[in-house]
């Protein structure tokens, strides 16, 4: 895999879900804390700070990924094969994994840790979220999510790994993946902080538990299907959530 042919193909990716994804959350935040929708100008530079700074870090993390072995089959370009038929594996693999995970963490989320939340942060959060649309929910989430956590930050950490014990075995494999999950988990607290959240300990539970159960399967596709398959597991995943939210009203 070379650096630039992988980065290549990543980066369009990149800017169009930093596109979508950042007005669509402006415009839900806004609406949250009630106050008017800014207009697109108002979205230009958060989009371009974070796209910017999402392909940086997966830069970073392709330098590393070349160095332990990590490959993203169907977004290489140098990879030989045909692209096509590595993509279809990994979306069926990623989409099957996201619906056992969907599975698991809704049920989890509304019906144990439901009842723990302060009122007005289930329903600050769960306003936000709604409010950003499906398609912003796959750009954030299932894009620009995936590429710094099961690509960037799990090549880093195995890199890491690789030069503390000499080699890229099991250990270093979990320690990656795991890794990733928390810092995962962990990267979104400061969020809902940001939103105005009451941070119990409900919504931290909630937020490392369901975060981290997704990164794990995510970080597992990624290591061992490629980045393309965990993308879809994560996406699968908010179209689940969408579909119990138009359910449960």
Do not use: C
């Amino acid at each position: 895999m070379r650096d630039g042919s992988l980065l290549s193909r990543l980066a369009p990716l990149v800017v169009l879900a930093a596109a979508v994804a950042v007005p669509s959350q402006i415009r839900a935040v806004a609406a949250t804390r009630g106050m008017p929708a800014p207009g697109w100008p108002a979205a230009i530079v958060p989009t371009a700070v974070l796209a910017t700074v999402v392909l940086l870090v997966a830069w970073i993390g392709t330098l590393a990924a070349v160095r332990v072995g990590l490959r993203a089959p169907g977004l290489d370009p140098s990879g030989g094969a045909p692209a096509l038929p590595l993509l279809a594996r990994q979306l069926g693999w990623g989409g099957l994994a996201g619906l056992l995970v969907a599975l698991a963490a809704l049920p989890f989320y509304y019906g144990v840790m439901r009842p723990l939340f302060a009122p007005e942060a289930f329903e600050m959060t769960e306003t936000v979220r709604r409010a950003m649309g499906l398609p912003a929910r796959i750009a954030m989430g299932g894009v620009l999510e995936e590429v710094v956590f099961r690509w960037a930050a799990l090549a880093m950490i195995a890199w890491v790994g690789m030069k503390a014990t000499g080699g890229v075995g099991p250990g270093v494999e979990w320690t990656s993946i795991l890794g990733a999950a928390l810092l995962f988990g962990l990267v979104h607290l400061p969020a809902a902080a940001r939103l105005g959240v009451r941070m119990g300990p409900a919504l931290v539970l909630a937020g490392l538990t369901m975060n981290g159960a997704l990164g794990v399967v995510a970080g597992w596709l990624s290591w061992h299907r490629g980045l393309v398959a965990a993308m879809a597991a994560h996406a699968t995943v908010h179209v689940a959530w969408v579909v119990v939210e138009a359910a449960t009203g």
